[in-house]
């Protein structure tokens, strides 16, 4: 079987002009894997929201309820940063959905990416930071609840710290959360990880990596988990808007690489999530996102022939 990817043309729904969130990367990360031949479109699964009942896994009803129907108030709206539309909410299902399905796809074929995902500043009662449902949460917890999995660990590189799900599952022992981002940045106050390991301004490739080294493969062996959900934020690039360390495309490549190898060397399935990213010159941005995606491809044919 091909890489499976997952991509759902909804990834994209209307914002004002000149909002600062990019939303446009989702369906050029799709463009630029098919025309760089990174894939083809035969390796592109469809997702589907989730039923209501999957997202209150982690989240509350009221908080479901109220973002489905566009009750929530404006304090709460601005803390999420994003517009309410009906769009928006269909789009934020979807983009769980397909990281839902990238994890259960991660346990048949051993390595499966979304195109979107990882939502990590959604907490069980509200949304933070361009993130209203937590998908790595939801996709972890439902696993779990299903009994396909009993171990799940979550690697978050993206560059600020997933304190939302920190948060969620800080007294589940099934999910041991890792969170590799740059101390002073957002969000002000954080959470705590299982293992938080917070870098310095101006980190750059080597050391970024090295650090990484010293963590990851004992993390394997310690929580031997049934699935590694990773979120692949590219915001540490040096040209990120905010992202305050310094790595370079080269060094994200290397970072997925060794990401993925170490997992999959060692038999651990992996579901990659794209997280965040952040720059003015959008092609940049989406071909940074698009290094999971030229990684993940020659790891998974390495390891399947």
Not at 48 to 63: R, S
Not at 240 to 264: H, I, P, S
Request: hydrophobic share 40%.
């Amino acid at each position: 079987m091909e890489l499976p990817l997952i991509y759902h043309p909804d990834y994209v729904a209307p914002l004002p002009e000149g909002h600062r969130f990019p939303m446009p990367k989702f369906r050029q990360l799709y463009e630029l894997l098919l025309s760089d031949r990174v894939a083809e479109p035969n390796q592109f699964h469809l997702p589907e929201a989730p039923p209501q009942n999957w997202i209150e896994l982690v989240h509350t009803p009221d908080y479901v309820q109220a973002y489905y129907q566009g009750t929530l108030d404006a304090k709460a709206q601005r803390r999420i940063g994003l517009p309410w539309s009906p769009a928006l909410v269909n789009r934020t299902c979807v983009a769980v959905g397909g990281t839902i399905l990238a994890a259960k796809l991660a346990l048949q074929c051993g390595l499966a990416c979304n195109t979107a995902g990882g939502t990590h500043h959604a907490f069980p009662s509200y949304g933070s930071g361009f993130c209203i449902f937590n998908d790595l949460a939801i996709a972890a917890r439902l696993l779990c609840h299903l009994g396909v999995v009993q171990k799940v660990l979550v690697v978050d590189l993206d560059v600020h710290q997933g304190d939302g799900t920190a948060l969620i599952f800080q007294a589940d022992p099934a999910v041991f959360t890792f969170s590799m981002h740059c101390e002073v940045n957002f969000p002000g106050t954080k959470q705590q990880s299982d293992l938080d390991v917070p870098l310095p301004v101006g980190m750059e490739d080597d050391e970024y990596l090295q650090t990484l080294a010293a963590y990851l493969p004992d993390l394997l062996t310690q929580v031997q988990p049934d699935l590694v959900l990773y979120d692949a934020g590219v915001d540490p690039h040096v040209g990120d808007r905010l992202g305050k360390l310094a790595l370079t495309n080269t060094g994200l490549f290397r970072r997925e690489m060794q990401v993925l190898t170490t997992c999959l060397t060692q038999g651990y399935p992996v579901a990659c999530v794209i997280g965040g990213g952040y720059a003015e010159d959008m092609s940049a941005l989406v071909y940074r996102h698009s290094l999971l995606h030229r990684a993940a491809t020659e790891v998974y044919y390495h390891y399947r022939l």
